[in-house]
């Protein structure tokens, strides 16, 4: 099975742009989640998407959104770009019902704002 | 709400030696546990998993955890480490209940093996 699959893998911005992410799940996976990792503030959760519909969301600014399409792809995009926005962004999917607490994540996609 | 304490950012040590990688977490509800493995300019790559069950678990590649759940800690351990495990790793709890998928991870050990 081909794994977690992110593009672009790396994007440069500037400050007051706007940015979308893309993201495909393992195949048969309808979960799939956002994180963002910085050296300053490591692995943050971002939101889970799950049948299209935003299940869980962390502390982040209404910058950030997200949403899945019916095959279970998801996108994410960010508003307004700032400077701290600079990280990777990392995608995570994962089953329901059995196994459906490990997430398997992509490779990611470093955004580097100037 | 949960939180992992990975007490050390950097662990330096020699090829052939053998390391533990600690790990630490505070829950009011019980939790699976995770190592996750992060090397240079990738992503996360699962290294093991506690959901159940026996509480040592192992990976393939010789690496081994153990959950204790008095102490709260997920250790890592290897008994001999090779050049080719200098990596980032990260220790990481989420919820057994509820269906939502969050991950809390710690920040991160960095692992070194020297020649």
């Known amino acids: 099975k081909a794994g977690v699959t992110q593009t672009p893998r790396y994007l440069i911005k500037t400050r007051g742009q706007q940015v979308t992410l893309s993201c495909s799940p393992i195949s048969g996976h309808r979960s799939v989640s956002w994180y963002q990792q910085t050296p300053g503030q490591g692995l943050q959760f971002l939101f889970e998407?799950?049948?299209?519909?935003?299940?869980n969301k962390g502390n982040f600014p209404g910058r950030f959104s997200g949403r899945q399409f019916s095959n279970s792809r998801s996108e994410m995009n960010v508003s307004t770009l700032e400077l701290g926005d600079s990280a990777l962004y990392l995608c995570?999917?994962?089953?329901?019902?059995?196994?459906?607490?490990?997430?398997?994540f992509g490779p990611g996609t470093r955004l580097l704002v100037l | 709400a949960q939180s992992v304490t990975q007490l050390d950012s950097q662990v330096p040590v020699f090829e052939e030696a053998p390391v533990e990688l600690r790990c630490n977490y505070s829950s009011s509800v019980s939790v699976y546990l995770f190592w996750y493995v992060q090397y240079p300019n990738q992503g996360l790559q699962l290294l093991l998993k506690?959901?159940?069950?026996?509480?040592l678990v192992k990976s393939i590649n010789g690496f081994e955890a153990e959950f204790n759940k008095s102490q709260t800690s997920f250790h890592l351990r290897k008994p001999s480490v090779h050049i080719s495990d200098t990596a980032e790793y990260f220790c990481?709890?989420?919820?057994?209940?509820?269906?939502?998928?969050?991950?809390?991870f710690g920040s991160g050990t960095q692992l070194t093996v020297l020649p």
């Open positions: 990481a709890v989420t919820p057994v209940v509820g269906r939502a998928r969050q991950l809390t």
């Open positions: 995570a999917s994962s089953l329901e019902g059995r196994e459906q607490e490990t997430q398997y």
């Open positions: 998407y799950f049948s299209e519909t935003q299940r």
């Open positions: 506690y959901l159940s069950g026996s509480t």
